[in-house]
Antibody, heavy 121, light 107 residues
Framework: EVRLVESGGGLAQPGRSLRLSCEASGFKFDDYALHWVRQGPGKGLEWVARISWNSGSTAYADSVKGRFTISRDNAKNSLFLQMNSLRAEDTALYFC??????????????WGQGTMVTVSA | DVQLTQSPSSLSSSVKDRVTITCQASQDIRNYLNWYQQKPGKAPKLLIYDASNLQAGVPSRFSGRGSGAYFTFTISNLQPEDVATYYCQQYDSLPATFGGGTRVEIK
């Protein structure tokens, strides 16, 4: 069974940093691209970032470019999102999602349950 | 960025009804469109990929059609467990974008 478990969310002040993690199991981790997708309170889904299977290619939404960094550790089956210079508008539930392909984006065929990030003074 | 316009934003239908949601892209995205279901308090779930392919394990009452810039998603026999918000998503170009969602309720 494919499983993705996010952690690291919480309350942060504007301008501060948080690091999200996503632990994966149930599939060959280094065969697939991975993504972060967020959902603001009561809002729709917003794609945040993607990393290819070997970390050779990354991509970001304009709203987070230059502030967030996506990375992965294939030896530990883990995905990360380093979030710097946080803003109130970054408040959201952050999901990690598995791509159907090694580079992506394609279809997101598995999702974690999400970790909540709240940015407030 | 490719904009996806879903309609309606919400609908209410009876059990066993046929329900159709549309997703219009701001440009030609070939068949690079997926559909997801998100139940309250849960993560999204992939239902349809590449516009018309049913993801493994998804009931056959769900279907998708379309190509280019116009797509439809249909639930052919609405069931109580289908209460959810449905999103389309394109991956023709980065950034991947989602439609605004369609909330489906039972009358």
């Amino acid at each position: 069974e494919v499983r993705l478990v996010e952690s690291g969310g919480g309350l942060a002040q504007p301008g501060r940093s948080l690091r999200l993690s996503c632990e994966a199991s149930g599939f060959k981790f280094d065969d697939y691209a991975l993504h972060w997708v967020r959902q603001g309170p009561g809002k729709g889904l917003e794609w945040v970032a993607r990393i290819s299977w070997n970390s050779g290619s990354t991509a970001y939404a304009d709203s987070v470019k230059g502030r967030f960094t996506i990375s992965r550790d294939n030896a530990k089956n883990s995905l990360f999102l380093q979030m710097n210079s946080l803003r109130a508008e970054d408040t959201a539930l952050y999901f990690c999602a598995k791509d159907k392909l090694s580079v992506g984006p394609d279809a997101f065929d598995a999702w974690g349950q999400g970790t909540m990030v709240t940015v407030s003074a | 960025d490719v904009q996806l316009t879903q309609s309606p934003s919400s609908l209410s239908s009876s059990v066993k009804d046929r329900v159709t949601i549309t997703c219009q892209a701001s440009q030609d995205i070939r068949n690079y469109l997926n559909w997801y279901q998100q139940k309250p308090g849960k993560a999204p779930k992939l239902l349809i990929y590449d516009a018309s392919n049913l993801q493994a394990g998804v009931p056959s009452r769900f279907s998708g059609r379309g190509s280019g810039a116009y797509f439809t998603f249909t639930i052919s026999n609405l069931q109580p467990e289908d209460v959810a918000t449905y999103y389309c998503q394109q991956y023709d170009s980065l950034p991947a974008t989602f439609g605004g969602g369609t909330r489906v309720e039972i009358k």
